[in-house]
């Protein structure tokens, strides 16, 4: 009987998820609800921060900040385009990108996706220690 109870909230939980219209970079990157994986472990708490804003697709770029007032275009300084986290990390012309790129294609050969950048922990801490600004 439990497990039949925990089958059915666990299908309609992820239903619900699937179907909200807020949440889409976190969804993205998290799609099934019961295998989001192993926690990431950081040596400091500013990249544990730092790696769950990213992740949530909530930081201080500039096109978050465009959203709530804080900064007049949300352009990206470097290649004039709307500075979200998947433009930050896969597609701008700073280190970052071409962090993401050596590692993931040419040692790990992974896609390069928002989601497999956020769910490597490896290249995660990496981004976390290139980056200049707090995000």
């Known amino acids: 009987m439990y497990s039949t109870i925990e089958n059915y909230c666990r299908n309609r939980w992820q239903t619900e998820w699937s ?19 192993p926690p990431m472990k950081f040596p400091n708490r500013r990249m544990q921060v730092t790696a769950n ?16 007032g804080k900064h007049d275009t949300g352009l990206c300084d470097i290649c004039d ?8 990390i896969t597609g701008c012309k700073n280190d970052i990108t071409n962090l993401v790129k050596q590692q993931l294609c040419i040692k790990a ?18 981004i976390c220690r290139l980056i200049d600004k707090d995000i």
């Open 109 to 126: 050969n992974i896609d390069i996706t928002v989601a497999n950048i956020i769910r490597n922990n490896n290249i995660v801490s990496q």
């Open 53 to 68: 804003r990213l992740q949530l697709g909530k930081c201080r770029l500039n096109h978050y900040l465009h959203t709530m």
């Open 19 to 37: 179907q909200q219209s807020v949440g889409e970079h976190y969804r993205g990157i998290v799609p099934n609800i019961m295998h989001s994986g």
């Open 81 to 88: 385009v709307q500075e979200t986290v998947q433009h930050y």
